[in-house]
């Protein structure tokens, strides 16, 4: 069983039951934020890239639930040298089985910089496999066709995809991104947060291959697999 909460913007909490896993935990400043950093408590926290609408609360809620802080070799080392004391080092194209499960850094093409402007190496998308599930959340990123290689060797349960626009890609390249990978389930985010990313999630439902169900979250919403 895997627990799916949308916390807004990218930010995600996963529950199997025994453990708590946050990607992205960009509460503080997000505007459709459903939770504040000291509603939740997670043991491990995934980040995509260092931009600070997907880094976000981290290094605040590292250190207040004494939790691990996987990413990209850099972003790792920015939270350790920032007094997160425990953090995994991984890199694109690796993949490290944890306590909840198991975690693979997939290419996103993007950029990736700490809030301050320090460069944070790449940025990724994030394969989980966790209470029997398997998710791909896939960051910030523009549509590329190498995509279908993450649906080829694997069952995708539930796609998470940037739909936005302007940062990433709009709802048509979000829906071709869904057709590659071919998940049971996609979900569009990074859409509404702020103007410049304004779109109407209705329009990449409509786009998607009808073998796809398309979801629409709210903030707050959880979705139970
Ligand atoms: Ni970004
Ligand atoms: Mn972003």
Known sequence: MLKITYMGHSAVLLSDGTHEVAIDPFLTGNP??????????????????????????????????????????????????????????????G?????????????????????????????????????????????????????????????IDVMLVPAGDNFTMGVDEAAKAVAFVKPKMAVPIHYNTFPVIEINPDDFLKKLPSDVEGKILKPGDRLEL
Request: proline letters at 4%.
């Open 95 to 155: 993949s490290f089985t944890f306590p909840f499960g198991k975690v693979t850094l997939t290419v996103a093409f993007h950029s990736s910089s700490t809030p301050d402007g320090r460069y944070m190496g790449d940025p990724n998308g994030l394969i989980i496999e966790m209470g029997g599930k398997t998710l791909y959340h896939a960051g910030d990123t523009a549509l590329f066709s190498d995509m279908k290689l993450i649906g080829e060797s694997r069952t």
């Open 32 to 93: 459709l934020a459903s939770a504040k950093p000291e509603d939740i408590s997670p043991k491990f926290i995934v980040l995509s890239h260092g931009h600070g609408d997907h880094l976000g609360d981290t290094i605040e809620l590292a250190k207040k639930n004494d939790a691990m802080v996987i990413a990209t070799y850099e972003l790792a080392n920015y939270c350790s040298n920032n007094g997160v004391g425990k953090v995994h080092h991984m890199n694109t194209g």
